[in-house]
Each structure stands twice: as structure tokens, then as C-alpha cells.
DNA sequence: CATACTAACTGCATGATGCAGCTATAGGCT
DNA sequence: AGCCTATAGCTGCATCATGCAGTTAGTATG
């Protein structure tokens, strides 16, 4: 049987919980949209919705909502892009990289704090694994196509 | 930096876009009712929906919401507890254990192609890791406190 | 210029989740 | 027995993240 999806079963449960935890202490970015302000923070100034939305694998809706939100919150900057009438850029302020850097930090002193017995191998191993995996699955997904009587096969 | 974090921000992702591949693909299990599913099994006959919501992790409205869509669909039978007038006692039903391995199934064939490449070794030992990794977080969760101005705390 | 395309937003729907409140039953204590 | 508290489960209401469809405005291509 499957291990690997029974853990991350159980693994989505413990996010879950650390998010909960995370949003009942603190004033905090609303969860989906701390995550697309890690996305602009890691674009640089002057990135488009569209590729947060890309980068994010989330509909353009979702991404202008929660870009909205943080504009609302001070979090980003947005300005009209000068060589398109359509599009804006968007720019972290300060104010959205300090509330990034808080809450960046705010997980990685839980994760630390779970990892503390491990060493600094296991750490890398694992490290290298979760992202071996997540391409991996990535790519399943991709190159995987469906069939309607729900068998999975592979694109050729 | 935490790689970690990052790494675990993008398997969200990649998980959020296989569980959207597969409720557009198939009639399935309403998805959180997936888990519950899978749960009522492993507890056996005659699981209350108490023990579900702790098992979970969730709140027992959600438990009963997703209970009743399992009952709907006769996936789960639901009997009155002999000896507690207020329970009710759980089964899978051999329809609800179809649906099961059917799911569970599907999600394995997507996780044997993204593995394809790996060798046994490594797919036992990432199968290790998460577990571990899933363990040491939620007893990170569960042994740190909070405190107001958002800093970490060990309980003691 | 006219048509097709694209960036972004908004309206509406869905699904998962939690909290508060309700009902009925159980258990303990007097 | 009678009462008070705790518990099992359900339902109403709110919130959040998300997607799809439709709209508006600007771009690009013939």
C-alpha cells in the first residue's frame, strides 16, 4: 500500500493545525495571501498579476482578490505599468516586508523547533527529498493525462 | 533561510492542483469526505464521530456534515449506538469500500508514476522522513506555546 | 480602422472549516 | 428519585480560498 500518501494525509493535517495556530495569534496577512506576497517579494518590483498567477498555479480571480487585500493592508504597492494600459506592477512596501520577514520567521522558529534533534544532514536530506518529490509530482501531473473512465495514462 | 517552509509551500501547491485534477476528472467522494472515508475504515466498525474529529483534528460539525454526505451517497451506515442513546456508531459499506480503494488507488498510480525514477530505497527512506518530519511538528504544535506578542515558547 | 487578444476586476457559486447554540441522552451526587 | 453537569451529534451562520463566467479597458494584428 501506499505510504507516501498516508503521510502527506497526515502532513496536510499538522498544516492545517499550524495555520490555524498561526492565524488565532496573529494579526496576521490573511493565509492565501501570504503566500503570493512571498511570490512578489521573490518576482522583484514591477511583476504582473498575471505572473503571480502563474507562478501560484492559481486563477487570475484568486490572485487579484488577495493582491487586492494586501494593497488594502499596505502590504504592496501597486502601480500602472507605463508600457501597458491594461496591466500594474506591484512592488512589496516595507511595511509587506517586515510582515513577511515575521511571518517567515514565525514558521521557521516552529519548524526549528521540530527539527531541533535532527542533524544538519537529515535536514538536507530531507530538504532535498520534499523538493525532488514535489517535482516529481509535478511533472506526473503534467505529463499524466485522464482518461473518463478514470484511469490515469501517460501522455505521449 | 528555511528551505523547508519553502519546500513544503510548494508541495501545497503541487497538492492542491492534484486534488483539483482529480475532482474534475471523476464523481468522486466529496474531498474532505476522502479523509473522513478513510479514517472510519481504519478505526473499524463501530467508530463513533467523536473519535473521528479527534483522529482528524477537526471540529465535529465538520465531522457530522461530512458523515451525513457519506451516509447520503451509502457509503457509510450509521447505526445507533446499543449502548449510548446519543451515538451513533459508523460503518463502511462495501460501496463506501469501493469508493475507497478506488480513490486511494488513483492517487497511487499518480504517486507510482511520479516515483517511477526512484529507487526503493529512497522511496522507503522519503517515506521515513515525512513521517518523522510529520511527527516532530505536531509535537512541536502541541509542547509550544504562544505568547501575545507572537514569540514562540516552549511549554514547560 | 476592425477584429481578435489580453490584463485585470467583479459577480456568483462551491467546498472546507470553525464557533455558537440546540436537543437529547448519560452520569454523578445528593 | 431528582437535579445538575457533561457529552454526542446536529444545524445555523460566518469566513476563506478558490474557480468559472462575464465585463471593461487597453493592445495588437490584419
Known sequence: MNGIGARLHDLLRVIRLTKQRRSEERTAVPGGALGMLRIIDRLGDG?????????AALDPSTVSRAVAALVADGLVARQPDPHDGRATTLAVTPAGRAALADA?????????????????????????????????????????????????????
Open 47 to 55: 511583476a504582473h498579476a498575471r505572473e503571480l498567477a502563474a507562478q
Open 104 to 156: 517567515l520567521d514565525w514558521y521557521q522558529r516552529l519548524v526549528d523547533r521540530a527539527l531541533a534533534d535532527w542533524t544538519p544532514d537529515e535536514i538536507a536530506a530531507f530538504d532535498r527529498q520534499l523538493g525532488r518529490f514535489t517535482e516529481a509530482m509535478q511533472d506526473a501531473l503534467t505529463t499524466t493525462s485522464f482518461t473518463t473512465t478514470g484511469n490515469l495514462e501517460v501522455a505521449r
